[in-house]
């Protein structure tokens, strides 16, 4: 559960994105060669803690053809390694893994609705958690939807999802050392900036 938030309200941002200040997601674009994503990130211990913290950059660097299909290669500008495939299409936002499209985030979503995908390396359940909830963000208030994926009975991974911004927030989990070998919260990702 998030605790704190703010609104904050301005101009949209210079398209330089280096410039300070917040984008307000403008209702009539979408990611597309070129966007650039600001997010926070933390890992944790597995007792409590934030263990790092510092900034990743996300850039939609080329569009390719996978499958047939149009996908848009995310980036970490840090480093130029690919971290996502996607592409939106009826149903929500998918990505392409292990040859193949695999939906990501159901949009549009009911309540309690659940599917299953492939995401980082294994099977993946996903039960839709919120729908269209307005909620405070790096990018002002936006609608989000909110998504609990599941592995082997443990919850794995948390997403909120904008439709026209697409990964809001993200929360991970891992398994911790032994001898308790349970899961605890590993990371969390939360969203400063958008540039289209």
Do not use: H
Not at 25 to 44: A, C, L, M, N
Not at 62 to 71: A, D, P, S
């Amino acid at each position: 559960m998030l605790t704190g938030a703010c609104i904050i309200t301005s101009c949209q941002k210079e398209l330089d994105g280096l410039t300070g200040g917040t984008t307000i997601i403008p209702v009539d674009q979408k990611p597309r060669v070129g966007t650039i994503w600001s997010y926070r990130f933390y890992t944790y211990y597995s007792y409590g803690g934030i263990a790092t913290s510092k900034n990743l950059t996300y850039k939609a660097k080329t569009e390719e053809t996978m499958g047939g299909e149009k996908w848009l290669r995310i980036v970490d500008m840090d480093n130029d390694t690919t971290v996502y495939l996607l592409n939106t299409k009826a149903g929500g936002l998918y990505q392409y893994a292990n040859s193949n499209a695999y939906l990501l985030c159901k949009y549009p979503a009911t309540l309690g609705e659940t599917y299953n995908t492939f995401n980082e390396g294994a099977s993946e359940i996903f039960t839709v958690k919120g729908v269209n909830d307005s909620l405070a963000t790096g990018l002002g208030v936006v609608p989000l939807n909110y998504y609990e994926g599941v592995k082997g009975g443990d919850i794995i991974d948390l997403l909120w999802y904008n439709n026209n911004a697409w990964i809001i927030w993200k929360y991970k989990y891992r398994k911790g050392p032994p001898p308790a070998n349970m899961y605890y919260l590993y990371s969390k990702m939360f969203i400063d900036n958008i540039v289209y």
